[in-house]
C-alpha cells in the first residue's frame, strides 16, 4: 500500500512538472530573463523535462523491482 501510494505521489508530480514546463503563466510580450544565454522559461521547461525523466526512470526501476521472473 504504502508504495502505492508513493507510486501515484510521484505520477502526480510527474504531472504537475509538465504543466509547469508550459509557459502560459507568462505575460504576452514580456522580455525574458536570460540566463546561460536562455531565456527563464526555456530553462524552467528544460529543468521540469529532466525531472519528469528521472522521475519515470524511478518508477520503472521500482515496478521492474516488483516483477520478479517466476521459477
Same mark, same amino acid.
Given at each position: ?8 505521489? &510521484?505520477? !502526480?508530480?510527474?504531472?504537475? +512538472?509538465? @504543466? ?10 514580456? *522580455? ?11 530553462? &524552467?521547461? !528544460?529543468?521540469?523535462?529532466? +525531472?519528469? @525523466? ?10 521492474? *523491482? ?6
Amino acid at each position: 500500500m504504502k508504495n502505492k501510494t508513493l507510486r501515484t505521489a &510521484l505520477q !502526480l508530480l510527474m504531472l504537475l +512538472l509538465l @504543466i509547469i514546463s508550459v509557459p502560459w503563466y507568462r505575460t504576452p510580450g514580456s *522580455d525574458p530573463n536570460i540566463y546561460l544565454g536562455m531565456p527563464d522559461w526555456v530553462i &524552467l521547461a !528544460l529543468t521540469c523535462y529532466v +525531472l519528469v @525523466i528521472f522521475i519515470n526512470l524511478l518508477l520503472w526501476l521500482t515496478k521492474q *523491482d516488483q516483477q520478479e521472473p517466476n521459477p
